[in-house]
């Protein structure tokens, strides 16, 4: 069992040890020789594990997240080679004891990795969903004195989930629930709802989505390790390198595209824009689009559609040909256009007192469905991220 001295480590020594002994994290290909012998020792992850997760006094106290995950261990390059349909993880509700947790499962446990993923799973996260100015943003990146501000601006608590929740758009919003891992997916069920006023009206806009991580397993307290060492009560991380503190916030994935981008998108039906936006092609619809992170990493999933103009609109009930298609993302639109038809003609309004083309400008609803990154990059930031994090 790892001590230090004759206390139990805490968890801020604890993710100290685990800091050095992540070599192997972000590599593409694992080789040993990389890796330290503490890195490949299974029982070291096993009571890592145990420590931080289950006997922790910080595991007992948190009555909220009680799921502890399991990961299974690789077989050949897979998770599945030898037992068709098994997940590559599996979950149970927390317990004081680990190994009468797991039960017969506890040799098929990969430790290394589930440490990971619940370090992932534990820790708090918010993302930002904003609109901002094109002109802005250029002038931001290329390190002029201009501050990051938005037009507009929507921030939600997200969870961290080895699963990916896919909306069925067209079958009024019915999910289904399937492994992502080794992905890890920040599903918003409500996602019509909460960016329900996200809209862009001007050719300047820009669709920004950020995804912070905040506080929890991943940013334990230095005053645990010696509680009267500090009376500071922000969560603190540790720089390894200068073994400094810094408040608990990463910015993991951050992205913007342009109105004039996902009007294209929208109007083609099929289109790709490099790595960074692209659209779906789910049964020919044209309103779930794709905007990769920098880089290509990580994928955000957006549903766009088109606002309507509500001085064009029959205010009478949906026609029979339409009530028979379900409600898809299209009647969604509609149904909240001619509830908030003020909001509309404001949209309306906007787009047209700032339009400069012959094209009509067509106010576009963007709601944030999903976040998806590989767990080993989350990971790998969460541990040894130092740039300070996006504010907007």
């Known amino acids: 069992m790892l001590r230090i001295g004759e206390e139990t480590p805490s968890r801020f020594e604890l993710l100290s040890m685990v800091k050095k002994h992540s070599n192997l994290l972000g590599k593409t290909t694992v080789d040993e020789q990389d890796a330290s012998d503490v890195e490949m020792d299974g ?3 096993h009571d890592v594990f145990d420590l931080y997760f289950i006997r922790g006094k910080e595991s007992r106290g948190r009555q909220d997240d009680d799921l502890i995950f399991f990961v299974r261990k690789w077989r050949g390059h897979g998770f599945n080679d030898n037992g068709e349909g098994v997940a590559p993880y599996f979950v149970r509700r927390w317990a004081p004891e680990l190994d009468k947790l797991v039960g017969e ?16 799973a534990h820790t708090s996260y918010s993302v930002t969903v904003a609109i901002c100015s094109h002109h802005v943003l250029r002038n931001h990146k290329a390190g002029q004195d201009t501050p990051l501000s938005a037009i507009y601006k929507v921030v939600k608590t997200v969870y961290a989930s080895p699963s990916r929740v896919n909306f069925h758009l067209d079958s009024k919003k019915e999910v ?44 334990p307290s230095e005053k645990d390790t010696d509680d009267s060492s500090s009376s500071n009560k922000l969560p603190l991380r540790v720089d390894t390198n200068s073994m400094k503190t810094k ?14 981008m996902v009007r294209d998108a929208y109007d083609a039906g099929s ?27 990580g994928e955000v999933e957006v549903a766009v559609s ?25 009647s969604i ?10 909001a509309a003609k404001h949209a309306y309004a906007a787009a047209a007192a700032t339009s400069t083309s012959d094209e009509e400008m067509m106010p576009l609803k963007c709601c944030l469905m999903s976040i998806t990154l590989p767990w080993e990059h989350i990971a790998y930031d969460l541990l040894f991220k130092g740039s300070p994090p996006v504010n907007l």
Request: charged share 20%; glycine share 10%.
């Open 333 to 342: 639109v509609r149904k909240a256009a001619s509830v908030a038809s003020v």
């Open 43 to 45: 029982q070291f992850w």
């Open 271 to 297: 289109s790709r824009f490099g790595s960074l936006l692209s659209i779906g092609h789910s049964s020919g619809k044209t309103d779930r689009l794709y905007m990769k992170g920098p880089g290509g990493r």
């Open 176 to 219: 289904e629930t399937t492994p992502a891992y080794p992905d890890i997916c920040f599903a918003i069920d409500d996602f019509d709802s909460t960016f329900d006023a996200v809209v862009l009206t001007d050719i300047d806009h820009c669709y920004c989505v950020l995804l912070n991580a905040l506080d929890g397993a991943a940013f």
């Open 247 to 260: 408040n608990s916030k990463l910015t993991l994935f951050s992205g913007f595209v342009s109105y004039q």
């Open 105 to 120: 499962s506890l040799s098929v446990v990969d430790w290394r990795r589930s440490f990971y993923l619940n370090m992932i």
């Open 306 to 330: 088109g606002v309507a103009d509500q001085s064009k609109l029959h205010s009478g009930p949906l026609s029979p040909d339409i009530s028979k298609r379900g409600f898809g993302l299209g």
